[in-house]
Each structure stands twice: as structure tokens, then as C-alpha cells.
């Protein structure tokens, strides 16, 4: 079946290489939407934003509604609605890949790409969408702004479960590979990393320390071996594609083509 | 392959694309769009005065708001049937899917929610009223990143009868660039990027419109040159090879 020796068939036209001159052209473009998504998600939450690093919970009231009138909050959020969509690329790449694991069966991948594809919307899009409000009408009473700030770093800092699984179905997989498509250590990251978003359950319940939404275990632990992690994901999703024979492509190649 | 379920899909668009149309056309403040500029009284006296035509409307909405997706499902199809190097264009498709369409549900639950008590603090029905027009107008991330998989897809397709047209592709990537800039309606109160706006409204509906009739057609073309084909030859080079 994957045998580059496929010979040519009369549906397939071997003359027309169009833009295929590489034949993983369209796992590289969805490869390079990584960077270009966490380079964006830096833009739109750290500069544009300010929401990461995230402001304390017990800020004054004032001083909230100051943060979420700020225009460059409204900027940074319709550069989240042009460009979240952008993660779908990301998904479907790891699903590809993933289907190369040896003696690991669809559940996973599929169960990785559905929690990925839940999860930018309550953890991403939904939060960026609380600060757009409080940004679009600086006229709404103190309290509705208060609130519109907290939903939204609750959201942001809080959406635990699709990520948790994400990162336990991910080290299932790389666990029961018999192909080792991704080292067994980043298993045991990923595990390290679910345990982080576990740490940031109590941003829920207190305000001040290092478990709330801007404390020193719930959020820059978590985010530092968060970023961690999904470099050493996306370094090694790279490896993966560029090992990925191209026998394994559901093309038949011609030898002038590789 | 069965082609009979894909064509059930298909015409489920037409019927639910004029379900859509009465839908916003029978809701007041839909066409024309109520305007941001209103304040929280004239949006709270709006509701209360046009409370039977804004439920009606969104209930309706709420029951068929998701019903476009089988027949998004029926280009992912045919995305399949493409001859591709990888499946990533149709799974990524998938997702893009998915979330869009679960952000106009959640716009059509927060106007539900604004009019099911009109006599509420004013402020509160106009944030609702504020989420759902954001929600309705401004994700159009996910539109634009499945229509640039469908594109790309299209473009790599290697078969020698493509399955859809390569003008198809031009055709997904001009919409896209359409509808984006709709995304600045959570910027701009007035003038054409505002959510009631000729830019973030009016060419955004009727590029939708558009885009949905265009590709019923060639969907529906490629749906029935598969079932001649699948009577004919063989589906896929792997079919073929075997």
C-alpha cells in the first residue's frame, strides 16, 4: 500500500507536480503556523494585551477598570478572533503525525485533536472576549467590569481540563509507540505539565499568594514549563516530519519528485 | 462509496439556508442590524418592544443554528477524496468547523438570554446583547483558516480529475479575505468596520450568502461526478494499487 513503487494509474496524473515540489509541502506549511501562532499569541496577550504576565485578582477597583478600558486590549482580542483559528493547522498536524505511532490506535489522536479543538474556545477566544467588552464600552457601571475581568482571567488562566487530557492522551500515546515517533522523556514532561494546570486549580478560590490567577505557582510555573514543553513538542514534531519516509505519504512518488 | 448520504446532507443546505434567511429577516434588529451606538436604555426598551420577534427568531436559530454542518462535512468528503500527501487540510478543516460554529451558538444563547427578562438592569441586557453581536460578527478566524485548508487542499490535489475546480481555491481565499476584516466590530462603534457596518455586516452576510450558494453547486458537482466515477472506476489510487 505505501510502497513508492505504486505504479502510475489512470486517475492519477504524475505529469501535474503543481505546487507539490515538496512532497510534505502541506505538513510544512501547517508546521511553520506554530511559530507563527505563539509568535502572534505573544503579540495579542503580552504586548498588545498586557494579560500575560496577568495583574492581580485583588487590584483595585479603579485600577481594573482602568486595565479593561485600555484600546490596545480591544486591538489585541481582534487580533485573537483574525488569527485563533490558526491552532486548527497546529491540531491537524499532530493528528498526521500521531497516525504514524505504531500499535497506538485512533482513540488517542482523535480524542488529542477534540479536547484541542474544545479548548481554545473557553480558554482562548471566550476570555479574549470578556476584555473586548469591557474595552468596547468604558460606560458600563464598575461592578459589570469587575466581573468582565475576572470571567475573563478565570477563563484564561483556569481552563484546566482540556488541556489535562490533551497532555494525558499525548503520554499514552508516546508511552504505547512502538515506533518512539517522540522520546519517552517527553511523556514524562507532558505529565509534569498536567501537573502544573492541576497546581492552578485554586486560582478559583483565593486571590492573593502563589496560587492565584497571578501567582508564582498557578501561573509562572505553569507557564514556563508550559512554553518548555511546547518547544521541545514542536522541536521534535519537526524531527518527525523531516524522518517521515516518503514511502509513508499517501502519494505515489516518482523518484524525481522526493 | 455511498454518494446518497452526502446529497441528503446537501440538500439540507438550502432548506435550512432559507430556515436562516426568515430566521434574521423575522427577528427586528437583524436587517437592518441594531446599531452599537444605542445606550443601554434604548437597547433594554428595544428588547422589550420586539420581544416576540427577537425569540422566535433565536429559538429558531437555536434549534437549526448548527445545521450547516453536515454539509461542511460532505466537503470534508470530498477533501478525503483528493489525492493528497497527507490528510492534515481536512482534519485541520474539521476543527475550524467545529469552533465556528460553536461561537454562533453561543451568540444565539446570549440574545435568548437578553430577552428572556426585558425588565432587567439595563446594563446587563446590553452586555448580553453586546457578547452576542461580537460572537455572531467577529470570530472569523475559524471561517478563514477552513477556508484556507479547503484552498490549499485544492491546490495540492494531485488527482487528474480534480474534485473540485482550482478556481474553487481563489474562490475560498477571496472569500476569506471578505470576511475579514469584520474582527475590527470589537473596535469600532460606527462606520463601516461596526457590527451594523457595510464592511462588518452587509458584505460579510452577503459574502456568506454567497459563498454557501457557490459551493452547494460545486459540492453538489463533484458529490455526482463521484457517484458516475465510483460506477466506472475504481475510487482512489490505493483502491487501484490493490
Known amino acids: ?258 | 462509496m455511498q454518494t446518497k448520504d452526502q446529497l441528503i446532507c446537501l440538500w439540507l443546505v438550502p432548506f435550512f439556508g432559507l430556515a436562516f434567511l426568515f430566521a434574521f429577516w423575522n427577528a427586528n434588529g437583524f436587517f437592518p442590524p441594531m446599531s452599537p451606538t444605542m445606550t443601554a436604555e434604548e437597547v433594554a426598551t428595544f428588547y422589550q418592544d420586539n420581544l416576540a420577534s427577537i425569540r422566535s427568531s433565536m429559538i429558531l436559530c437555536n434549534i437549526i443554528g448548527l445545521s450547516l454542518v453536515p454539509f461542511y462535512m460532505v466537503i470534508i468528503v470530498q477533501m478525503m477524496r483528493m489525492v493528497h500527501a497527507s490528510r492534515v487540510f481536512s482534519y485541520s478543516y474539521l476543527i475550524a468547523v467545529v469552533n465556528g460554529g460553536t461561537m454562533f451558538a453561543l451568540a444565539d444563547l446570549a440574545w435568548l438570554n437578553a430577552a428572556f427578562r426585558p425588565d432587567r438592569d439595563p446594563q446587563l441586557t446590553m452586555l448580553l446583547n453586546d457578547l452576542a453581536w461580537f460572537a455572531f460578527i467577529t470570530p472569523v478566524g475559524f471561517f478563514i483558516v477552513q477556508n484556507f485548508c479547503l484552498a490549499m487542499a485544492i491546490l495540492f490535489d494531485k488527482s487528474a480529475q480534480p474534485v473540485f475546480p482550482r478556481w474553487v481555491a481563489h474562490f475560498n481565499i477571496v472569500t476569506a479575505l471578505l470576511v475579514a476584516p469584520s474582527a475590527c466590530a470589537l473596535i469600532y462603534k460606527t462606520g463601516p468596520l461596526a457590527w451594523d457596518g457595510a464592511i462588518s455586516f452587509w458584505l460579510h452576510m452577503t459574502t456568506y450568502v454567497c459563498y454557501v450558494a457557490v459551493m452547494f453547486i460545486v459540492t453538489r458537482a463533484a458529490v455526482i461526478r463521484q457517484a458516475t466515477e465510483s460506477s466506472t472506476h475504481p475510487q482512489t489510487w490505493q483502491e487501484q494499487a490493490a
Open chain 1, 1 to 258: 500500500m505505501n510502497s513508492a513503487a505504486v505504479p502510475a494509474s489512470p486517475g492519477i496524473d504524475l505529469s501535474k507536480p503543481r505546487m507539490l515540489s515538496n512532497p510534505k509541502l502541506d505538513q510544512w506549511i501547517c508546521f511553520w503556523s506554530i511559530p507563527v501562532f505563539y509568535v502572534l499569541f505573544g503579540i495579542i496577550f503580552v504586548i498588545f494585551g498586557r494579560i500575560m504576565p496577568p495583574p492581580t485578582p485583588a487590584m483595585a477597583t479603579a485600577d481594573i477598570v482602568a486595565f479593561m478600558t485600555s484600546p490596545y486590549l480591544s486591538i489585541a482580542v481582534v487580533l485573537l478572533a483574525m488569527s485563533l483559528g490558526i491552532y486548527a493547522l497546529n491540531s491537524g498536524l499532530m493528528l498526521t503525525q500521531m497516525k504514524r505511532m505504531e500499535g497506538v490506535s485512533p482513540v488517542l489522536r482523535y480524542g488529542y485533536i477534540a479536547v484541542l479543538g474544545v479548548g481554545g474556545l473557553p480558554g482562548c477566544l471566550f476570555p479574549g472576549y470578556m476584555f473586548a467588552l469591557g474595552a468596547f464600552r468604558p460606560e458600563y457601571d464598575a461592578h459589570i467590569q469587575v466581573m468582565l475581568y475576572e470571567l475573563g482571567f478565570l477563563c484564561f488562566v483556569g481552563s484546566l481540563g482540556c488541556f489535562i487530557i490533551q497532555y494525558t492522551l499525548f503520554a499514552i500515546a508516546v508511552f504505547l509507540d512502538k515506533r518512539q515517533l517522540f522520546p519517552k522523556w517527553l511523556a514524562y514532561f507532558s505529565i509534569w505539565t498536567l501537573v502544573t494546570e492541576l497546581v492552578a486549580a485554586p486560582v478559583f478560590i483565593t486571590q492573593t499568594g502563589p496560587f492565584a490567577w497571578d501567582g508564582l505557582l498557578a501561573f509562572y510555573q505553569g507557564t514556563i514549563i508550559w512554553v518548555a514543553w511546547q518547544t521541545c513538542l514542536t522541536f521534535y514534531l519537526f524531527k518527525a516530519i523531516k524522518e517521515q519516509p516518503i514511502e509513508e505519504l499517501g502519494l505515489p512518488m516518482r523518484p524525481n519528485e522526493l
